[in-house]
């Protein structure tokens, strides 16, 4: 889907599902570190302001996604708890590190490809018996997370002063080694969880 490489195992679906109460935990830590980048970006090049309305509508969103997350989990009777250790996030920031592309683009190349992922998995859950509350909450997630990945990606391409074709090669590599991730984490006996 989109720039991704390797496409998640249908399994995690089906494992997913039967966990789902920790997917929804999972899901709304996912939400609201979706925003915290955002604005940590906004904060980092408060003299883009093409960046910084794009990524500030963003980060509102997913605010927004946040708190609807949170309302299914206080109507399931869930604690939100602490945020979990994010190996994939953290993994692919180090995938950037060491790098001769210029951060800004290296970030916004990594946020384009968290949304492609969370797109991926929405639309694997929806392929599931998921409840049906949740159904209209993911379809509408998918189409919203897609577009955020539209808005990194060009965000990505005007930081690099409009070089598309350098833009999609970077993402390319980077997409490889998400995918490289994705295939560690899955080999993990974790907890359902979004990215994992
Ligand atoms: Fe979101
Ligand atoms: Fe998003």
Redesign the pocket.
């Known amino acids: 889907m989109f720039c991704l490489v390797g496409a998640t195992d249908p399994a995690w679906a089906k494992e997913a599902v039967k966990d789902l109460d920790a997917v929804l935990v999972d899901h709304a830590h996912c939400?609201m570190k979706?925003a915290t980048n955002?604005l940590s970006l906004v904060v980092r090049h408060p003299q883009d302001l093409t960046l910084v309305r794009a990524l500030t509508e963003?980060a509102r969103?997913?605010l927004e996604?946040f708190q609807r997350v949170v309302d299914f989990l206080e109507r399931r009777g869930l604690a939100l708890g602490a945020p979990p250790v994010d190996t994939y996030a953290a993994e692919l920031r180090k995938a950037t590190h060491a790098s001769d592309v210029s951060p800004i683009v290296d970030r916004l190349l990594v946020?384009a490809l968290?949304?492609a992922r969370?797109c991926e998995r929405f639309k694997l859950l929806l392929g599931e018996d998921v409840p049906a509350d949740l159904r209209p909450f993911y379809e509408e997630?998918f189409a919203?997370?897609a577009?955020?990945?539209r808005t990194y990606v060009d965000l990505a391409i005007a930081a690099a002063g409009g070089d598309e074709a350098s833009v999609q090669r970077r993402l390319h590599v980077l997409a490889e080694r998400e995918g490289a991730i994705v295939r560690a984490l899955a080999a993990k006996d974790e907890r359902a969880s979004v990215h994992g």
């Open positions: 939400e979706a955002a963003l969103e997913e996604h946020g968290i949304e969370s997630l919203c997370e577009r955020h990945y």
